[in-house]
């Protein structure tokens, strides 16, 4: 069956539409969070690797964790952890529960540089809304999120809000 006969694709149906306007918006808010793109600075996925790892519990801390957290495969966490653990930002240890796998702990130095988190700065734009406008934009990421867990996909047992 000829694709194009099969009705409008998912760009065609939203790319006039608000939702894919908003979606746009939201991306460019996070991407211009990230100003130092150099390969000497702490990379996005590395960055959402700290902050993973600065809220999850040490049974949670191990690289199927973080990869299912973010919803992407092994091998590209691998090779983040080892770039951190490189820069000091994170050590490897034994994981007592399952002798083939290895708890990721952010070292001081990791817990520091998270001082440094970009997206701290949308975070302080978000405090600036009013609190009613934070709150439905708060609500609004959790429904996205629910969302996104309803089509089959498995919830990640980290809470944004703590």
């Given at each position: 069956?000829?694709?194009?006969?099969?009705?409008?694709?998912?760009?065609?149906?939203?790319?006039?539409?608000?939702?894919?306007?908003?979606?746009?918006?939201?991306?460019?808010?996070?991407?211009?969070?990230?100003?130092?793109?150099?390969?000497?600075?702490?990379q996005p996925l590395q960055w959402s690797i700290l902050r993973y790892l600065s809220m999850?519990?040490?049974?949670?801390?191990?690289?199927?964790?973080?990869?299912?957290?973010?919803?992407?495969?092994?091998?590209?966490?691998?090779?983040?952890?080892?770039?951190?653990?490189?820069?000091?930002?994170?050590?490897?240890?034994?994981?007592?529960?399952?002798?083939?796998?290895?708890?990721?702990?952010?070292?001081?130095?990791?817990?520091?540089?998270?001082?440094?988190?970009?997206?701290?700065?949308?975070?302080?734009?978000?405090?600036?809304?009013?609190?009613?406008?934070?709150?439905?934009?708060?609500?609004?990421?959790?429904?996205?999120?629910?969302?996104?867990?309803?089509?089959?996909?498995?919830?990640?047992?980290?809470?944004?809000?703590?």
């Amino acid at each position: 069956m000829d694709p194009l006969s099969m009705g409008e694709s998912k760009l065609e149906r939203h790319s006039t539409g608000r939702a894919l306007a908003s979606a746009v918006l939201l991306e460019k808010v996070v991407r211009d969070a990230y100003e130092k793109r150099q390969s000497s600075e702490v990379q996005p996925l590395q960055w959402s690797i700290l902050r993973y790892l600065s809220m999850s519990s040490e049974d949670r801390s191990t690289i199927s964790w973080i990869a299912g957290f973010l919803g992407i495969t092994h091998a590209p966490v691998v090779r983040a952890v080892k770039t951190l653990q490189q820069r000091n930002y994170v050590a490897l240890h034994p994981n007592p529960a399952d002798g083939r796998s290895k708890i990721v702990r952010l070292s001081e130095q990791g817990l520091a540089q998270l001082n440094d988190d970009p997206l701290l700065a949308v975070a302080e734009r978000i405090e600036m809304l009013a609190e009613d406008e934070k709150m439905a934009l708060i609500s609004s990421v959790k429904q996205l999120i629910s969302n996104r867990n309803f089509e089959g996909e498995e919830s990640d047992g980290v809470d944004p809000s703590r």
